[in-house]
């Protein structure tokens, strides 16, 4: 199997200093625009979570509906009968590369290893006049000290004196739903 694009962006000496809190998905579309030869970029999609697998989960599910929407398999399609299918083409095109890339385990393994040493990970698949790139990057937090809160005494703090609850004082009888 063709080895994917697949690059880690980033420092990796600060890469190991804290563990990742979150993660940012992304899916981009980059192609011409028809007779004026202007690139675009098109966002196709975010996500956000607090794992790895979550992360590449998400990646996968948004290769696939790709790889399905550019060219649908016809080993899972219900209009091509056994009859109508040939063998592949050898050149490999986009949504093959993609349907590649999901089924195959060293890549999904060498992701999440990537992923869990706190690297981003950057997959990049072209089609004829389209590049698309799937990007997760771990999201850092630095904790925050906590401010310290104000000794009451064990008194108990409002906001009006005289008043301890901010709820209106209900009207009772039948006739309270009513007035």
């Known amino acids: 199997m063709k080895a994917h694009a697949r690059t880690a962006v980033g420092d990796p000496e600060l890469s190991n200093a804290a563990m990742p809190a979150a993660y940012w998905c992304e899916v981009l579309a980059e192609g011409e625009v ?9 966002v196709l999609g975010t996500f956000s979570t607090i794992s790895p697998k979550l992360a590449l989960r998400w990646l996968r599910s948004e290769a696939e509906r790709i790889a399905d929407r550019l060219d649908p398999d016809p080993a899972h399609s219900a209009w091509v009968m056994a009859w109508m299918r040939v063998d592949p083409v050898p050149t490999p095109d986009c949504p093959t590369e993609l349907r590649d890339w999901i089924s195959d385990p060293r890549e999904h393994q ?8 706190g690297a981003p990970l950057s997959v990049v698949m072209s089609d004829s006049g389209c590049r698309f790139t799937f990007i997760v990057w771990p999201i850092v ?9 104000p000794a009451s005494g064990g008194q108990h703090t409002h906001a009006r004196p005289g008043r301890t609850s901010h709820r209106k004082a209900r009207r009772s009888g039948w006739l309270a739903p009513f007035l």
């Open 141 to 149: 937090r630095t904790p925050q000290p906590l401010a310290e809160l």
């Open 34 to 42: 028809f007779g004026t030869r202007e690139t675009v970029g098109f």
């Open 110 to 117: 060498a992701a999440r290893d990537q992923l869990a040493e």
